[in-house]
């Protein structure tokens, strides 16, 4: 089982880093609305999902299996016609190693559940006009 609270902590504390067409955003769940909707207004969307495919269930996984997945991902992506732009994530108070990932554009908040789960991952970040950025869980 998954210890909530130092992961609440771990992913209240970390920053995501998203390359949207040139540009270098770097953002946390603790920025307000206003720089959400300028990171959304650069990215000319409604809403971005940030996913990682790295350490799965939070257990760390080697850069071949993490390198795999990721492919699998972005190729997936890229076959539906899903636009997403690169993102890396990182916990300055902890010692894991950068993630890095994808923030997809307009990606349904119900279909944001399932592909996480899939990889293994207990949360995502969802930047949003209405929420502006905020954590969700997808286990317990």
């Not at 539906?80 to 993630?99: K, N, R, Y």
């Amino acid at each position: 089982m998954v210890n909530t609270g130092s992961l609440d902590a771990a992913y209240e504390a970390a920053l995501y880093r998203l390359d949207i067409m040139g540009r270098r955003f770097t953002l946390s769940t603790l920025h307000a609305q206003a720089y959400a909707e300028r990171v959304l207004n650069a990215a000319h969307c409604h809403s971005l999902t940030i996913i990682t495919v790295d350490n799965p269930g939070s257990q760390r996984c080697d850069r071949v299996t993490f390198n795999q997945q990721h492919y699998q991902l972005t190729q997936q992506l890229r076959h539906l016609g899903i636009h997403f732009f690169p993102t890396s994530a990182l916990a300055p108070q902890c010692d894991w190693p950068v993630e890095h990932g994808v923030a997809i554009k307009d990606l349904p908040l119900a279909s944001a559940y399932p592909l996480n789960q899939r990889y293994q991952q207990n949360a995502f970040v969802r930047i949003n006009r209405e929420q502006g950025i905020a954590l969700h869980w997808t286990s317990s």
